[in-house]
């Protein structure tokens, strides 16, 4: 691996016909692969991964550019009238991303409609966690997509441009460094960061706004709500069992919806109409909870 | 064209009642004026909910925990969120010459965001820029109250559910006030004297706003005076323009006479004809007058600073005798306070950074902007910064998720300047089970601010209302409500002082 490459601004045009590429485009400080609008990063590469550490993510640094002068003798904008990022708003879309409400607030800094050229957003960061650490301490490579959809100002006599932008960030993990306890600081912590962070805490879902069922799993908010209280689905608290049972997996809804080992009136197996956590995560929140579910350090069998 | 652009250049109005010419001859628009002392005030939302604990934030101990739970809740490092007390941009201490910077519960010293004292690097960096010096030179001229804790019972942690409340100070729901706005009551109320196609509120946004929302006068949305224009027929018989406009005006007019919903399209259509009269002549007005002020506004190009100017315009029209310009109460956003993700500590080039310099310097300039008006502009407008909650207490990966109670800011010359309530009891022991800071009431020593006392205040000490008609059961605009017995409210609520000495929020 190259270890310090400076990191070179970069222009990413996003797809499309060139003629109507210029109303929008992202300038990114790692290089794309051949010309094209898809970034893959080594976890801790100083080229494209901004923390510059190992961590089991990439955080990608992307800003947006209106009116680029690129290539200004296929398609020159006489300004943007509005930016939208796809997924950026907190409304209940399940692929809304943080990431991405977090560029649009810098577009929206921009004040659009404005007629300069290359006038771009400060720098955001997405951060591209890796799938995993799954059993042997191994991760898998983990992407997200951004997409951006932008109207320029009216050209007389031909209207105004429309220009469809994505950009592919990819990261893929660094030999063996996928170890859990590097990565997280204790068993809670990962479940926060791999389950309940990837899964559950999602627009739509437990997240803040939406709380389904009362419940939202959140960091700082998880495990008071889990831990000895009761939950809303009735048939569960007719058993006496909580969302979480310290030191008793079986009478703990919490285990049994991500298990899938549900009986009758205790609803759907969780995460709701996807794919179902895989059995090492499972197995590991079993553990936790037999534990005695306890806020800090490793319980033995979760660190890897 | 599509609606929301054909929206925005004609604005978007709620309605009412009767249309009357001469406007400023009506005895009671002219007292109303008077009653409320020539006095306007703005409404400054941080959309999205910002992160109160980092914008006041606690210095030292003092005689409880306050730093020490918020370093535990406020990460150092990468994504961390943490504001130092000292070293590179630090926080700046509210206690300067002659102000008290302490919360008056437990003695913490407080420190405000450095972002807030309005320093962009690159735009506004050196003692003569525009908005330079921001908040913290509003705070330590005594111009900002700093309000502590705001909050309402059983917080809400959905940004509509949470604006709503805001929006109609209503938090349990009692239906009368459910479909109003607390100053859209202001505005509507009978003693007001406001008519149908009367325009005494202006927001500088898409549409109408909550807290405008009413059914007796007019409130027009734009986001700027000077869309305030009837899209042109460019066809081959544009000559006839004026003519078709004044058919259109007579169409609206006509139907004023006419029940029910044909009478608010009219009334709407007619307020939208006298917009188009008077608001773009303002925006000219304004630009030919204060073209340097103006100039300040461009040089630090900032969303919110743009809008203010909006806001100075139509402030400015009146001032300069333009009786047409009725507006009082405005209402101005700045959004992108969702900080989930990415928020950015100390650093100027983060995301809070930005939205908090943002703030300052615009809320700065604008003031400077007014005082050079004369006639004591400055102390005759005052902004009130509010947003719809504040963040988690404790920190995610890099930003936070959604919280409770947070500070308000009520700012202006004629504003006894201080920190007023407490600040939220931050420790872990203390937090609800979500993680959020509580609401409280009575004597307890974390006494919250509730957001109706705030309200309840601007409207008696600034604007003028009569307490008793502040909740008043008929016509109240923030009525008492089926809580507990110490959560009703009384015209004593409406009354927050300053916490170091009593005075009252307001300079007589």
């Known amino acids: 691996m190259a270890a310090s490459r400076p ?5 990413v045009p996003g797809g499309g016909p060139r003629s109507r590429d210029c109303v929008s485009i992202f300038r990114t400080d790692a290089e794309p692969a051949a010309g094209g609008s898809s970034i893959r990063c080594r976890d801790g590469d100083p080229a494209c991964d901004a923390d510059g550490t190992v961590n089991g993510s990439c955080a990608f640094t992307v800003r947006i550019c209106a009116s680029s002068t690129r290539d200004a003798s296929s398609c020159l904008s006489p300004g943007a009238d509005e930016i939208v990022v796809a997924h950026a708003l907190d409304d209940g879309d399940p692929q809304f991303d943080p990431d991405f409400q977090a560029l649009q607030s810098r577009v929206d800094g921009l004040d659009l409609p404005r007629t300069e050229q290359d006038l771009c957003t400060s720098a955001a960061r997405v951060v591209v966690p890796l799938a995993g650490p799954f059993a042997g301490n191994r991760c898998r490579g983990a992407r997200k997509t951004l997409r951006t ?29 996928c170890i859990p306890t590097t990565l997280f600081d204790g068993t809670f912590d990962r479940i926060q960061g791999q389950v309940f962070d990837r899964s559950c805490a999602l627009s739509g879902c437990h997240d803040s706004q939406t709380r389904m069922a009362g419940l939202l799993l959140e960091v700082g908010a998880s495990r008071s709500n889990l831990v000895g209280v009761t939950p809303t689905t009735t048939a569960a608290a007719d058993l006496g069992w909580n969302r979480v049972t310290p030191g008793d997996a079986a009478t703990s809804l919490l285990f049994r919806k991500l298990s899938g080992d549900l009986g009758a009136g205790l609803g759907e197996r969780m995460p709701l109409r996807r794919r179902a956590l895989p059995s090492r995560l499972v197995e590991i929140v079993r553990l936790w909870i037999d534990a005695g579910a306890p806020a800090t350090g490793w319980v033995p069998g979760t660190e890897e | 064209m599509d609606r929301r652009r054909f929206l925005s250049r004609t604005g978007w109005l709620t309605a009412g009642a009767l249309l009357g010419p001469g406007l400023f001859s009506r005895p009671l628009v002219r007292g109303a004026l008077a009653a409320q002392g020539d006095r306007y005030l703005v409404s400054l939302v941080l959309d999205g909910g910002n992160d109160g604990l980092n914008t006041i934030v606690p210095m030292d101990d003092g005689d409880g925990s306050l730093r020490s739970d918020y370093e535990a809740a406020r990460l150092g490092g990468t994504g961390g969120l943490r504001l130092a007390v000292d070293g590179p941009n630090p926080l700046l201490p509210l206690s300067v010459a002659g102000l008290a910077g302490r919360d008056p519960n437990t003695g913490a010293e407080l420190g405000m965001h450095p972002g807030l004292a309005g320093i962009v690097p690159g735009v506004i960096e050196a003692s003569g820029d525009p908005g330079f010096g921001g908040l913290h030179a509003l705070w330590a001229a005594g111009k900002v109250a700093v309000v502590q804790g705001c909050g309402f019972p059983d917080y809400n942690l959905s940004h509509d559910e949470a604006r709503r409340v805001f929006h109609t100070a209503n938090p349990r729901g009692v239906s009368a006030l459910a479909t109003s706005g607390w100053l859209g009551r202001t505005l509507a109320r009978p003693a007001a004297g406001f008519g149908a196609t009367d325009v005494p509120g202006l927001n500088f946004r898409d549409a109408v706003a909550g807290e405008f929302r009413q059914h007796a006068t007019a409130v027009a949305a734009a986001r700027r005076l000077s869309d305030f224009t009837m899209p042109k027929d460019v066809s081959a018989y544009s000559s006839d323009n004026a003519a078709k406009l004044a058919a259109i005006e007579a169409l609206y007019a006509a139907q004023s006479s006419r029940p029910g919903p044909w009478r608010e399209l009219g009334d709407a259509g007619t307020a939208t004809f006298r917009c188009m009269d008077v608001f773009p002549a303002a925006s000219k007005l304004y630009l030919a007058d204060r073209a340097a002020w103006s100039a300040g506004y461009d040089k630090m ?9 909006e806001v100075a315009k139509a402030i400015y029209a009146r001032e300069s005798g333009d009786e047409r310009v009725q507006a009082f109460a405005f209402r101005v956003d700045n959004g992108g306070y969702d900080t989930h993700s990415d928020q950015g500590g100390a650093d100027p080039a983060g995301q809070h950074w930005a939205l908090h310099a943002e703030l300052g310097a615009s809320l700065k300039h604008f003031f400077d902007d007014l005082a050079d008006m004369g006639s004591a502009l400055d102390r005759r407008v005052t902004v009130l910064v509010w947003s719809e909650f504040s963040r988690r207490v404790r920190q995610n990966d890099s930003g936070t998720d959604h919280g409770s109670q947070g500070p308000m800011f009520v700012v202006g010359g004629g504003v006894n300047g201080g920190v007023v309530g407490n600040h939220p009891n931050i420790a872990s022991s203390d937090l609800a089970s979500d993680g959020n800071t509580r609401y409280r009431q009575g004597t307890h020593d974390f006494r919250s601010t509730d957001v109706r006392d705030v309200y309840g205040t601007l409207l008696v000490q600034w604007l003028g209302v009569p307490a008793a008609a502040v909740i008043d059961p008929a016509t109240g605009m923030l009525r008492l409500d089926d809580g507990p017995p110490d959560e009703r409210w009384t015209v004593a609520n409406f009354d927050l002082r300053r916490a170091v000495d009593g005075a009252p929020l307001f300079a007589a």
Do not use: M
């Open chain 1, 149 to 177: 959809h932008a109207i320029s100002l009216p050209i007389p006599g031909i209207g105004r441009i429309e220009d469809a932008d994505v950009l592919r960030l990819s990261c893929v993990p660094a030999e063996d460094s």
């Open chain 2, 301 to 309: 190009g900032l969303g919110t600073g743009r809008d203010l100017r």
């Open chain 1, 7 to 11: 990191a070179v601004a970069a222009d």
